[in-house]
C-alpha cells in the first residue's frame, strides 16, 4: 500500500513538474513575443520619438523599469513543491533551474536594449569640406539621457587605415562642429562622433564620415596686379588655360549694390578684370558696395589684396572703404580691413595700391 502511494505521489508530482514547465515556457515564449513586439515598435516609432516624444520617453522609460524591477523580484521566489508525510521525509523540489537561465537571458537582452535606448550614439552625421575646413552636423541620440558633451574624432590614414583621435569636444546643446585641417589638404580624412552623458558614460561612435579634402595653394601675390593673386589663378586654371575673364566665363560672381545712370559704367566683369577698360562704379548711394562670390566649393584666406582706379581717376577715388567676407550665404559679413582717410590711390586713372 505504500509503495503504490509512492508511486501515485511521484505520478502527481512529475504530472505538477510538467505543467510548471509548460507554463514556464509559455511565460518565456510570451515575454520574447513582446520584446520582439516592443524592438519592431520602437524601430518604427524612432522617428517620431526623436522629434516629439522625448519627455514622454522619460516617463515611459520610469514605468518600464518599475515594471521590469516587479517582474524580477516576483520570479527571485522559487516555486516550492514540498509532500509531507508521516513516512516520508521531507521533499523539496525547486522551480526547474533551466527555467531560471532562460528568465537571465531574456532579462539580459531586455537590459540590453533599454541601455541602447539610454546610451545612443549621435545620428545622421554628415560631413563637408571647403579648402581645409570641415563642417561636421549630427542629430541629438534618441534617449532619456543628458548629453554633456561631443567628442569629434579625426582619422588620419596611416599604412592602409585610418588611426583616430581627439580633435575636439562640443556642449552636448550644439550638434555641429568646424575643424581647421590644413594639414591633410590633398588627402582624405575620417571623422566619427560619440556622446559623453552625465554619469560618465560614453555612447558607441558614429558610423565613419569620409572624405577628401580639397588641395590647398597658397598664391605668391607681392605687388599689385602681378598676375598672380586669386582671379588671375582663377581665369587660368591655375596656369594651365589662356585668360579668360571669371566673372565673363561664370567661374566667379561679381555684382553691384545698384548701377549707374550709364549702365556702361556699372559692368560687373570689370570688377575682377584685367583691362584698363574705362569706367566701374556703383550709382551716387550711401553704403554702397562691391561683391565677389568665389564659387561655392573655394574658400579663401586673404593676406594682401590690391585695388585699380576706374578710368575717371580724379574723381572715381576710394578714400573709406572696408574689405569684408563671410563663408556662407547666412553668415554676417566680418570686417577684415577698416581704411580711414587713406590716400594710397592716387587721383589719376587706373592707379593702383595693395594691402
Known sequence: KITEERAMAVADLTAELVRVRDEGNNFINNLNKQLNESKKQLASQQDEIRKSLKVEMKDTFVAYETELQALRNTLNHPYIITLKDKDLPDIDISFPEYLYALWDKTAKKIDELTNKLQYQPPENMTCTAFMGVVHLKWEEPVTNKSVQEYIVLRGIMENGKY????????????????????????????????????????????????????????????????EAGLFSFIATCGGTKPYANPHSSGTVTASLSSFATDVTYSQAHKLVGRANDGYCCTDNRKASYMIVDIGENRRLK??????????????????????????????????????????SLTNTAYATAGW
Open 163 to 226: 588611426s583616430y583621435s581627439e580633435a575636439c569636444r562640443v556642449p552636448g546643446s550644439k550638434c555641429r562642429a568646424r575643424l581647421e585641417c590644413w594639414d591633410v589638404t590633398g588627402g582624405s580624412a575620417a571623422f566619427r562622433v560619440c556622446a559623453m552623458y552625465e554619469e560618465d558614460q560614453w555612447s558607441a561612435c558614429t558610423a565613419a564620415a569620409m572624405i577628401s579634402l580639397p588641395k590647398h595653394v597658397k598664391l605668391q601675390c607681392r605687388t599689385p596686379f602681378d
Open 302 to 343: 586673404p593676406l594682401y589684396y590690391c585695388l585699380k582706379n576706374d578710368g575717371l581717376g580724379m574723381y572715381h577715388v576710394l578714400r573709406n572703404w572696408e574689405l569684408q567676407g563671410k563663408v556662407l550665404e547666412d553668415d554676417e559679413w566680418v570686417t577684415l580691413k577698416r581704411h580711414v582717410a587713406d590716400v
